[in-house]
T-cell receptor, first 118, second 113 residues
Framework: NAGVTQTPKFQVLKTGQSMTLQCAQDMNHNSMYWYRQDPGMGLRLIYY???????DKGEVPNGYNVSRLNKREFSLRLESAAPSQTSVYFC?????????????????FGPGTRLTVT | LAKTTQPISMDSYEGQEVNITCSHN???????ITWYQQFPSQGPRFIIQ???TKVTNEVASLFIPADRKSSTLSLPRVSLSDTAVYYC??????????????FGKGTHLIIQP
């Protein structure tokens, strides 16, 4: 049981390049999330997926796209990287599902991807 | 959506009990209070959650007064390894969506020998 895995761990891009950050979870969770964390700051939600086949914008979605490929995988794509997107990116998952009640909103986080855009 | 306020930083010493208080004045009836811990270069880790009164697990205790407008995370007998950033979140009991997914800057707890 690996929990939440992210690839790659580190990446350096030049301005204008594109890349996809991969995330997978093996806990059969319904919801998945992408956050970014800038130095000395808290986490900011980029996009989330409350269930397979649905995605919604979070606080800072501009410059990013996501794909919920299946229940396990949720990818984040930078189409044209900018220096302002230099950050650490965390993927998370939880059992929480839209339309249901319960306390299954505990989030499990991956190890992060450290991205530098020059 | 309940906004949370916590101290930016706190210092303590090994062996002491540390209490970190979070204010959430406009918490809704169905909201839960959740705390996470984050070490440098790692993703946050869930510590504890509660609705009212007191919750205790092997890591920490969570105290919530009757009006639920604040909560206090209590770490007993801290060690150097408890140096981390601690986040307080208020999460709706029902439904999905992005409510309760704002981590803020958290409280940077520094434990000294």
């Amino acid at each position: 049981n690996a929990g939440v895995t992210q690839t790659p761990k580190f990446q350096v891009l030049k301005t204008g390049q594109s890349m996809t950050l991969q995330c997978a979870q093996d806990m059969n969770h319904n919801s998945m999330y992408w956050y970014r964390q800038d130095p000395g700051m808290g986490l900011r939600l980029i996009y989330y997926s409350a269930s397979e086949g649905t995605t919604d914008k979070g606080e800072v979605p501009n410059g990013y796209n996501v794909s919920r490929l299946n229940k396990r995988e949720f990818s984040l794509r930078l189409e044209s990287a900018a220096p302002s997107q230099t950050s650490v990116y965390f993927c998370a998952s939880s059992a929480r599902t839209t339309g249901t009640s319960g306390s299954d909103y505990e989030q499990y986080f991956g190890p992060g991807t450290r991205l530098t855009v020059t | 959506l309940a906004k949370t306020t916590q101290p930016i930083s706190m210092d303590s010493y090994e062996g002491q009990e540390v209490n970190i208080t979070c204010s959430h004045n406009n918490i809704a009836t169905n909201d839960y209070i959740t705390w996470y811990q984050q070490f440098p270069s790692q993703g946050p880790r869930f510590i504890i959650q509660g609705y009212k009164t007191k919750v205790t697990n092997e890591v920490a205790s969570l105290f919530i007064p009757a009006d639920r407008k604040s909560s206090t995370l209590s770490l007993p007998r801290v060690s150097l390894s408890d140096t981390a950033v601690y986040y307080c979140l208020v999460v709706p009991y029902s439904g999905g969506g992005a409510d309760g997914l704002t981590f803020g800057k958290g409280t940077h707890l520094i434990i000294q020998p």
